[in-house]
């Protein structure tokens, strides 16, 4: 059974940057696209960026342009997602998501049902 764990979580001060990681245990990783989504209380779990497995395309999010980045490692097996001038309404808990690149249309890249593959997520606390 395929396994996601997200690290990297934490407490930032505003303006700050984090990195996080999610480490699938998955063959290959280039056959699997994979995704950043986030989720306060009493709100749905919105995308935040999308990085495809073997051509490495990525989307971004609105509020996540300019100021994110996803990246990975295929040879790790792992997503990341680094990023940089953090602001409070970037607190959150954020969950790495995975499916096979066929299965997921570039119109369903931010879409919760479109992966199949969940971490349990890692908390984002933006705050001085």
């Known amino acids: 059974q395929v396994q996601l764990v997200e690290s990297g979580g934490g407490l930032v001060q505003p303006g700050g940057s984090l990195t996080l990681s999610c480490s699938l245990s998955?063959?290959?990783?280039?056959?699997?696209?994979g995704a950043w989504f986030r989720q306060v209380p009493g709100k749905e779990r919105e995308g935040v960026a999308y990085?495809?497995?073997?051509?490495?395309?990525?989307d971004y999010a609105g509020f996540a342009k300019g100021r994110f980045t996803v990246s990975k490692d295929n040879a790790k097996k792992q997503i990341y997602l680094t990023m940089n001038d953090l602001k409070p309404e970037d607190t959150a808990v954020y969950f790495c998501?995975?499916?096979?690149?066929?299965?997921?249309?570039?119109?369903?890249?931010?879409?919760?049902?479109?992966?199949?593959?969940w971490g349990q997520g890692t908390q984002v606390t933006v705050s001085s």
């Open positions: 998501a995975a499916g096979p690149s066929w299965e997921i249309q570039p119109t369903a890249r931010f879409r919760t049902s479109a992966y199949k593959l």
């Open positions: 998955v063959v290959r990783l280039d056959l699997y696209a």
């Open positions: 990085i495809k497995g073997r051509d490495g395309i990525t």
